[in-house]
């Protein structure tokens, strides 16, 4: 949604207030039924909403409170959210990057973020996998990028391959090429992901390297006291 957004930057960013706050929930619509509305999009589409109003009326984004705020509300319209996996995922790994990360990242960037989002869905990794990813976390940091990349270009390379065919293939090229870079950082992921209970010992060395890692960075910030 994010990608979407900026995508459409130049376009939002010369629109007067109230027509930009009108484009972009327009535009957040569109991406919603266009990706059939799943549970994950739902969140995304709804805190993006919220963002923009907020930013209309000239409030604060803080995206906790727009996470937790869109939530309630989606438990409200459907509660049968409540059962779905991939809304448990999309609101734990959001949770992660956003209230995890931050502090994580004056010591572990680029890290911070992708170990933010993995310890935001451990409950529901384990609950319902039985396991939390250990690879995923390296896995996230090579493909990320690149399926944001796909997302930006993807959106406006369909739209052109889809007014001019004799061009789509060649459009299209480059989409391929990073669709095929995901699914290849995935597949590699799952083959060599450990399995219990070396995955467990990998997490609890990962958690110790954090934590080590951050009471490191708080101590050197922390002032000296100078004695009178």
């Given at each position: 949604?994010?990608?979407?957004?900026?995508?459409?930057?130049?376009?939002?960013?010369?629109?007067?207030?109230?027509?930009?706050?009108?484009?972009?929930?327009?535009?957040?619509?569109?991406?919603?039924?266009?990706?059939?509305?799943?549970?994950?999009?739902?969140?995304?589409?709804?805190?993006?909403?919220?963002?923009?109003?907020?930013?209309?009326?000239?409030?604060?984004?803080?995206?906790?409170?727009?996470?937790?705020?869109?939530?309630?509300?989606?438990?409200?319209?459907?509660?049968?959210?409540?059962?779905?996996?991939?809304?448990?995922?999309?609101?734990?790994?959001?949770?992660?990057?956003?209230?995890?990360?931050?502090?994580?990242?004056?010591?572990?960037?680029?890290?911070?973020?992708?170990?933010?989002?993995?310890?935001?869905?451990?409950?529901?990794?384990?609950?319902?996998?039985?396991?939390?990813?250990?690879?995923?976390?390296?896995?996230?940091?090579?493909?990320?990028?690149?399926?944001?990349?796909?997302?930006?270009?993807?959106?406006?390379?369909?739209?052109?391959?889809?007014?001019?065919?004799?061009?789509?293939?060649?459009?299209?090229?480059?989409?391929?090429?990073?669709?095929?870079?995901?699914d290849a950082v995935a597949t590699v992921?799952?083959?060599?992901?450990?399995?219990?209970?070396?995955?467990?010992?990998?997490?609890?060395?990962?958690?110790?390297?954090?934590?080590?890692?951050?009471?490191?960075?708080?101590?050197?910030?922390?002032?000296?006291?100078?004695?009178?």
């Open positions: 949604m994010a990608f979407v957004l900026a995508a459409a930057g130049p376009l939002l960013r010369r629109a007067p207030p109230f027509a930009r706050w009108v484009l972009s929930l327009a535009l957040i619509g569109w991406f919603v039924v266009l990706t059939r509305a799943e549970p994950s999009v739902l969140r995304a589409g709804v805190m993006a909403g919220l963002g923009a109003t907020a930013f209309a009326l000239g409030r604060q984004r803080d995206p906790v409170r727009l996470l937790a705020v869109a939530v309630i509300g989606l438990v409200l319209l459907d509660p049968l959210l409540v059962w779905s996996v991939g809304f448990w995922l999309s609101v734990g790994a959001t949770f992660g990057v956003t209230a995890l990360g931050p502090p994580l990242a004056v010591r572990l960037l680029p890290v911070a973020i992708t170990v933010g989002a993995q310890l935001g869905v451990a409950v529901p990794s384990v609950l319902v996998f039985g396991r939390l990813s250990l690879v995923g976390t390296v896995a996230n940091l090579l493909a990320v990028p690149v399926a944001g990349l796909v997302m930006l270009v993807g959106l406006p390379a369909c739209l052109v391959a889809g007014a001019l065919p004799s061009v789509g293939g060649v459009v299209m090229i480059p989409i391929g090429w990073g669709v095929g870079w995901v992921g799952a083959a060599v992901e450990p399995r219990p209970p070396w995955s467990g010992l990998g997490w609890l060395a990962l958690v110790v390297v954090v934590v080590a890692v951050a009471r490191g960075g708080g101590a050197r910030a922390a002032p000296a006291g100078t004695p009178e």
